[in-house]
């Protein structure tokens, strides 16, 4: 590749049109989290004003359920004085800083991320535009690589700040471009590995990397006058070696606590999440997640070693809890387990820094299993971040979903909801139990297009026990957190309904395929069959009342625009919430 081809994807055309899909974007999220407040015109347009007011946006749009503003791209002008502008988002977030709360710190960052952002929209336009229909029909990876949005809510979802080009086209999973980890092997007097049951460190690494590989990383130790025995494997982020490892710990290398192997067999593919691998040479092993020292959506992308100590045990422990409940396994809920977890710990590092540094989150991955090895006859594997998907000619996923299956939309849409939402609402009302549960972290099981059951992942790092009172094992401990009473079910009001469903139901609503009222009565429908099927929990019913008249408006963008490098306290994350006024909820009444 030469140095102008690296960029070729950057042409006028195609900056344009990503400049013009992400201003329609910000205009309708942040109208959503009501930084923005569109004035109506006599016309039916919209119309924002810049911050000193000489700029103006006019669009049109439509509102629907839930605040959804659904802005058509094509219709945003800009104009100054009396004459037209060309959209550029860059100049749109300089122009209204000070209604967005970015400060003086905040905004060259948030810039960056933005044109990260608009970078990536221009690598996507570069890609043969699959319909809708022709994705559906497709293997689970392709559809993982296929998503062109990244998080629906977000509008900085693509920064990756940390990525030059070349590790764009090598990293980013848009590009499918196959990966191989690098291993290092690592002292045990600074490293830890910890297992799910039945899970022995040497049988797992020889069935993980075949027996051949180990051997010769053996053999390099060895050949160095190293011990194997007194070193573990970790497998690493190419990016963290070249970027990371080989600097910051250089300390560690020199004095052979760390000691670089090279790249295993395997090739991997990496995921919506980009630190987190699917083995594509091998389909039913592990996917690896790695710690990665980039910057992207309001984190940094590491692993803390001190959290995945207990990683396996929190898998486990979830997993039986799920196996015992008749409720969750009436659903076919599954998860895929983090079985295996290794952690290197930076003894000086930790000396200098809080535990939430991101200092001390530059070495560790756990192994989680992949859900292919689950699949039975006629099944297929989809994100479920498909589903807030549309291609583009604006056809949704879930319509070609709904189009294969053949059912009504309201019976497809009923049998997702009983695969996703019925265990959400039961992990809450009978446990305190909450999830992430956003489309990167759910895969859906399919068959004729038609949701069997859901998987969920991501567990050690997202599950949370509201219940202050709850007896949990010592070394699950960590998961219990306290979080206000009146703010309990924004982990499915805002989580579920409006961080997903509001999109899955604007799309369909958008095509034609199902109305947004019929839409949100299936999930009204939905929860008062869970509800009536277990009478036991009538008094938890009434304590956190799914059929409020409202919600409070819990605010992403807010969060981000406010501190881009870490937009949650980790130590006390419900403090961080931006809550601005409230939701109408859309299955009140109903």
């Not at 494997?233 to 020199?254: D, G, S």
């Not at 092993?285 to 020292?293: D, E, F, G, P, Q």
Request: charged content about 25%; proline content about 5%.
């Amino acid at each position: 590749m030469t140095l102008a081809d690296a960029v070729s994807h950057l042409s006028p055309e195609r900056w344009e049109k990503a400049n013009r899909l992400l201003v329609r974007k910000a205009l309708a999220e942040f109208a959503h989290e009501r930084l923005l407040v569109p004035e109506p015109e006599p016309d039916g347009r919209y119309l924002v004003r810049s911050d000193d007011g000489r700029t103006r946006y006019r669009f049109t749009a439509t509102v629907g359920t839930l605040d959804h503003w659904q802005v058509d791209p094509g219709s945003i002008t800009r104009h100054r004085e009396d004459a037209e502008l060309p959209l550029a988002a860059l100049d749109f977030f300089i122009e209204l800083r000070h209604s967005l709360g970015l400060s003086d710190e905040v905004l060259p960052v948030y810039l960056e991320e933005i044109s990260s952002t608009l970078s990536g929209t221009c690598y996507k336009l570069t890609k043969p535009q699959l319909s809708a229909a022709e994705l559906a029909a497709s293997g689970f990876q392709d559809i993982e690589t296929g998503m062109t949005e990244g998080h629906p809510c977000f509008v900085a979802n693509n920064g990756r700040l940390g990525f030059g080009i070349h590790e764009y086209l090598s990293y980013a999973p848009e590009t499918a471009s196959p990966v191989r980890l690098v291993w290092l092997a690592a002292h045990r007097s600074r490293a830890a590995f910890t297992a799910g049951v039945g899970i022995e460190y040497e049988s797992f690494l020889r069935q993980e990397l075949g027996a051949a590989t180990v051997e010769r990383f053996h053999g390099q130790l060895t050949g160095q006058g190293l011990d194997p025995a007194e070193y573990l494997l970790i497998p690493v982020h190419p990016w963290q070696w070249w970027n990371k490892l080989t600097v910051t710990f250089a300390a560690e290398v020199a004095r052979r606590h760390l000691v670089c192997l090279g790249e295993g067999d395997d090739e991997y593919l990496a995921q919506q999440s980009i630190r987190t691998f699917f083995n594509s040479s091998n389909p039913e092993k592990h996917y690896v997640k790695t710690a990665l020292s980039v910057l992207n959506m309001g984190f940094m992308r590491g692993l803390s070693a001190a959290y995945m100590e207990a990683t396996p045990a929190i898998n486990d422990w979830l997993e039986r809890l799920i196996e015992s409940d008749p409720v969750l396994m009436s659903t076919g809920l599954t998860i895929i387990r983090e079985r295996a977890a290794v952690g290197y710990r930076h003894l000086e590092y930790e000396a200098a820094t809080d535990r939430y540094s991101p200092y001390r989150k530059m070495l560790a991955a756990l192994w989680r299993e992949s859900p292919v090895a689950s699949l039975r006859p006629g099944e297929t594997l989809a994100t479920m971040a498909s589903l807030a998907h549309a291609d583009h000619r604006g056809a949704s996923f879930a319509g070609a979903l709904i189009e294969r299956s053949g059912l009504v939309p309201t019976e497809w849409l009923r049998r997702y909801l009983r695969a996703y939402l019925t265990p959400l609402l039961h992990s809450f009302y009978a446990y305190d139990l909450v999830f992430m549960p956003h489309g990167e972290n759910v895969i859906l099981v399919l068959r004729d297009g038609v949701v069997q059951r859901a998987i969920f992942k991501d567990i050690a790092e997202e599950i949370a026990v509201m219940d202050p009172d709850a007896v949990l094992p010592p070394e699950v401990a960590r998961i219990r957190v306290e979080v206000p009473e009146d703010q309990k079910l924004l982990s499915i009001f805002t989580d579920v309904f409006d961080c997903f469903l509001r999109f899955v139901a604007a799309h369909l609503a958008a095509e034609g395929v199902l109305e947004e009222r019929d839409f949100w009565r299936t999930v009204a429908e939905t929860v008062h069959e869970y509800q009536d099927a277990n009478p036991r929990l009538a008094d938890r019913f009434r304590q956190y009342d799914m059929f409020a008249p409202e919600f409070a408006l819990s605010c992403l963008n807010r969060l981000q625009l406010r501190d881009n490098r870490q937009m949650v306290d980790l130590a006390d994350p419900s403090a961080a919430l931006q809550l601005v006024g409230n939701l109408r909820n859309p299955i009140a009444g109903l």
